[in-house]
């Protein structure tokens, strides 16, 4: 009985004939993420640099 569901898994199993589209499909996620970072960061980096000197300024560290 195992043996039998096995091969039926096996039969049913997608080919691996995308196997380069997933590749090329996950890369551009990675860099589509990547691009979303990096644009956050320079967006946001000059706002969030002046938000931590004046925590700074408030608890009397000051910047130097």
Do not use: C, K
């Not at 691009?35 to 960061?41: L, P």
């Amino acid at each position: 009985m195992l043996i039998t569901l096995l091969r039926e898994m096996a039969r049913r199993w997608p080919s691996h004939d995308d196997e380069g589209a997933t590749a090329v499909e996950y890369a551009l996620l990675v860099g589509l993420i990547a691009v979303i970072i990096i644009s956050s960061v320079t967006l946001l980096g000059g706002n969030i640099d002046a938000m931590f000197d004046d925590i700074a300024s408030q608890l009397g560290g000051g910047t130097n």
